[in-house]
């Protein structure tokens, strides 16, 4: 009885191995229908090899250090309300990161953990007014670009609300007397 028990035992692994070979080599019907290919995300998109030049830019994108000024600087009148407008957009846009007073600490991201730059600092002061221009309309690093929301006015109104508050800690008591007197410095 123990004989046939292994045999009854062999028998059934082989029939079971042979159901197992033969289902393994059904492939299905034939067909004209393509594959299932469930992501095609990269199938059909153009392919660019090393060293040649890549597709257009796309639309609404602007590439790192593109300068979009539509007018500069020298186009404007120069006026207090000027400035002042810049300011009300500095509050607006700039003061939750870089506090009112333009040097970042105790503000609401820099609380959450965040590093915010000290606009007041020597690195940004030594930037040109077109490089302002350009921080503040297409962003840099971790902060935003605000081009799609302020104007070409409205960008260079900060960029001279921003040199102001740089002039205002860097003031001088040579300055001081200057101003006692009336004088402008610049």
Known sequence: M?????QLTIKRFIIYGL????FMGCRGWTTEKPPVHPNINFDFQPKIRPQRDPLPIPANTVPYGHTTTQAPLS???ITEDFIR???KNYTI???TCHTKTGNGTKSIISSKGWVVSNILEDVTANKSDQELYD???NGIRTMPGYGNKLTNVSIWQVVLYVRSLQKMTRITPHDVSLIK??????
């Open 2 to 6: 123990e004989k046939t028990l292994k």
């Open 93 to 95: 846009y700039c003061a």
């Open 75 to 77: 186009d404007f009148v």
């Open 19 to 22: 159901c197992l070979i033969g």
């Open 181 to 186: 007197q009336g004088k402008n410095n610049d």
């Open 135 to 137: 921080i503040i309309q």
């Open 85 to 87: 407008e810049g300011q």
